[in-house]
């Protein structure tokens, strides 16, 4: 609802970027460690996403391992950062569950909202983006404006 408000303005929206994560191997996480760990990597994405958003940046839960971000009043180099930051830190940082490191890495398609931009185009354009950082090698972001 809150994302097709924001399409459904009129102002031009050249300052909000959408970020699509899917956190990798989840089903194996699931698979290996059971699903109250898979529940705790969840958790532990989304203290992650907390901690390195800004206020005025919505995250959202899109399916099972999918999560969604909205970063207002940025541009491209920014959003990308954000995105860098988000690898590195999970890459530096692995959820404990029963005394065991969980790997856990993320791949993210970046993608700028446009003017005249539906929900589908822009889930399009994030989910291309995705799918090519899974392509290339996983553990990375891609872009698609």
């Known amino acids: 609802e809150h994302l097709n408000t924001i399409l459904s303005k009129t102002s031009p929206l050249s300052d909000i970027f959408l ?9 194996q996480i699931n698979d290996q460690f059971g699903h109250v760990a898979g ?4 958790i532990f994405i989304a203290k992650i996403l907390k901690k390195a958003l800004r ?3 919505r995250v959202y839960r899109f399916g099972g391992e999918e999560f969604i971000i909205l970063l207002n009043r940025t541009d491209t180099e920014g959003a990308s950062l954000v995105a860098e930051r ?3 830190l999970c890459r530096n940082n692995k959820p404990l569950f029963q005394n065991q490191q969980i790997p856990v890495t993320l791949s ?9 931009d539906t ?11 995705l799918y090519r950082a899974k392509n290339n090698g996983k553990n990375c972001f891609e872009t698609e404006f």
Do not use: C, P, W, Y
């Open 55 to 57: 206020d005025g940046d």
């Open 19 to 27: 970020l699509m994560i899917d956190i990798e191997h989840f089903k």
């Open 86 to 88: 988000l690898l590195q």
């Open 39 to 42: 529940d705790k990597v969840l």
């Open 108 to 116: 993210i398609g970046l993608t700028k909202i446009i003017e005249n």
């Open 119 to 129: 929900m589908d185009t822009l889930i399009d354009r994030s989910d291309t983006a």
